[in-house]
């Protein structure tokens, strides 16, 4: 397994990371553990959650329970700020809410630390600065050891840089977003500022819920139990004729080199120098598997410029 920097920090991950945000939720406390066991014996590190995962708390309460004396061989990430109450009154940037989410996530993962906790999305009323402090002092406390962000348009990510170099602040040295050879669209600003910045990418959403695997097909039935054929919502956002087109057109692309759309979309995003790890979930074992043999492929300056013709928008 190929292992990277997070952006120019030091936190080295693997470059395929595991998305935590099925446990306990689309699979139990079994099936977790063994995704879990086979991520690790496969060589990955990275193991992004979030404290919302789960039906609020259940992803990251699993894996407290599995990790065990495994917890010290991964990079352990999770997120705050989506609500964590029906009122919604848990939740945000604030310094009151940061200090008592930490705690729970750490009780929740029976762990003393977290090596890269994230801002989950922006918080319009709490400044940048006191998000910043709050975090700075969970990493002078050893509660955290690096700090990243989520959902961030460009303009947030540098504020909230300028600021940490301003008031001598440990920064985000992450982003995650979405990026997938359907969705694209940071690369129009979130990209440069991040490459400005020495920031890396972990990007979520690498097979667009499941549209870039090759299993869909335009004017045909949803496989049944499919994701696009239970959530309307993500059907309506990829299954796009623009899409489509690109997707026909990727497969193709794929299929006069003996590849699967897996490969391809995996190995385009581990080829991009700001991806860190790609994240990708997982309810079986064997998507472990599959996963892993998917970045092997290394694609030529030529393949590069061929995928960017066919799928760059506009």
Not at 56 to 84: C, H, N, W, Y
Not at 168 to 194: H, K
Not at 204 to 226: D, H, I, V
Request: hydrophobic share 40%; aromatic share 8%.
């Amino acid at each position: 397994m190929e292992h990277r920097h997070i952006g120019r920090s030091g936190l080295r991950v693997s470059v395929v990371g595991l998305g935590c945000n099925n446990f306990a939720g689309r699979i139990d406390l079994e099936a977790t553990r063994r995704v879990i066991h086979k991520a690790i014996d496969a060589g990955i590190t990275l193991f992004d959650t979030a404290d919302a995962y789960g039906n609020r708390g259940g992803s990251e309460d699993f894996m407290g329970q599995v990790l065990g004396e495994r917890r010290k061989d991964i990079v352990l990430a999770t997120k705050f700020a989506l609500p964590m109450d029906d009122a919604e009154t848990l939740k945000g940037g604030s310094r009151r809410y940061i200090m008592t989410a930490v705690e729970a996530s750490l009780r929740r993962l029976r762990t003393d630390w977290i090596d890269l906790y994230q801002l989950h999305r922006p918080d319009p009323d709490t400044p940048i600065e006191e998000t910043l402090r709050a975090l700075d002092d969970l990493i002078r406390q050893g509660k955290v050891r690096y700090i990243g962000c989520s959902n961030l348009p460009a303009w947030e990510v540098v504020e909230a840089r300028w600021t940490s170099k301003a008031c001598s602040l440990n920064p985000f040295i992450s982003c995650q977003d979405e990026y997938s050879l359907v969705v694209r669209d940071i690369e129009r600003e979130l990209v440069p500022a991040m490459q400005a910045y020495g920031m890396g990418l972990l990007p979520f959403f690498p097979l667009a819920s499941g549209f870039l695997t090759g299993k869909y097909q335009r004017n045909a039935p949803m496989p049944e139990g499919s994701r696009l054929a239970t959530t309307p919502r993500f059907q309506d956002r990829y299954a796009t004729e623009r899409n489509w087109a690109i997707v026909e057109g990727l497969s193709a692309f794929a299929q006069a080199r003996g590849r699967t759309m897996l490969e391809l979309a995996f190995s385009w995003l581990a080829a991009q120098p700001f991806v860190s790890s790609v994240i990708a979930g997982a309810t079986k074992p064997e998507q472990i598997e599959a996963n892993v043999r998917a970045v092997a492929w290394k694609l030529t300056r030529d393949e590069l410029a061929e995928i960017d013709r066919i799928s760059r928008p506009a």
